[in-house]
């Protein structure tokens, strides 16, 4: 099973952005999934998860500027971020929740496969 997050860049403050994460290898349309982020130094910070039905899990402190879906035709999760600023200067990666693990899934201990991320940088 791989997980493979495209889509980042250099962007403007302001601009927005669309992550894309494809699953290959499982069922994508039972799997839980998420993103977390993470800059030098910092601990991996939760971004979003979305269930097999597409119930969504925001953090709160990026609500009203990130969309997270999915198109199980695709086996593909998207993350889309709107109004970036430099402070979501980040890599981010797409996760697997683990099978057995409660909802909202927002520790990094609630996934069990990751995969690499994708560099999101924004100038300002």
């Known amino acids: 099973v791989q997980l493979q997050a495209s889509g980042g860049g250099l962007v403007q403050a302001g601009d927005s952005l669309r992550l894309a994460c494809v699953v290959s290898g499982d069922l994508f349309s039972i799997l839980r999934l998420g993103w977390f982020r993470r800059t030098p130094g910092k601990e991996r910070e939760f971004v979003a998860a979305?269930?097999?039905?597409?119930?969504?899990h925001y953090a709160d402190s990026l609500k009203g500027r990130i969309t997270i879906f999915r198109e199980n035709s695709k086996n593909t999760m998207y993350l889309k971020i709107d109004n970036l600023t430099p402070g979501d200067t980040a890599l981010y990666s797409c996760?697997?929740?683990?099978?057995?693990?409660?909802?909202?899934?927002?520790?990094?201990?609630?996934?069990?496969?990751w995969g690499r991320g994708t560099q999101v940088t924004v100038s300002s």
């Open positions: 979305i269930g097999h039905s597409g119930r969504a």
């Open positions: 996760a697997r929740v683990r099978a057995s693990q409660f909802w909202p899934p927002v520790s990094v201990g609630a996934y069990d496969l």
